[in-house]
């Protein structure tokens, strides 16, 4: 149950950074905060479940990002799966 929360969680923050930043502004941070939160909160979750939740979320972000209409949204979204892929 955890997982389907830290999804739903980082989904919508990545989401609204991606959809709320204005070009020149300093969204790498904004999505840097939100990564080292996210590290931070799976940290106690057995690592199949973490693998799981990288994959949901990159693969609903690459979805996501040819879609988008605005340029600096994709682009964000594109990084957003970078920085989430497992290692």
């Known amino acids: 149950m955890r997982t389907r929360e830290l999804y739903g969680q980082y989904h919508g923050l990545i989401d609204d950074l991606a959809w709320s930043a204005m070009p020149g502004s300093d969204w790498p941070a904004g999505l840097k905060s939100c ?37 600096l949204a994709r682009m964000i979204l594109f990084v957003a799966v970078k920085r989430l892929e497992p290692i």
Do not use: N
């Open 35 to 71: 990564a080292e939160r996210f590290e931070s909160e799976v940290e106690g979750l057995d690592s199949t479940s973490v693998e799981v939740l990288r994959r949901d979320l990159c693969v609903q972000f690459e979805h996501e990002a040819p879609h988008s209409t605005r340029p």
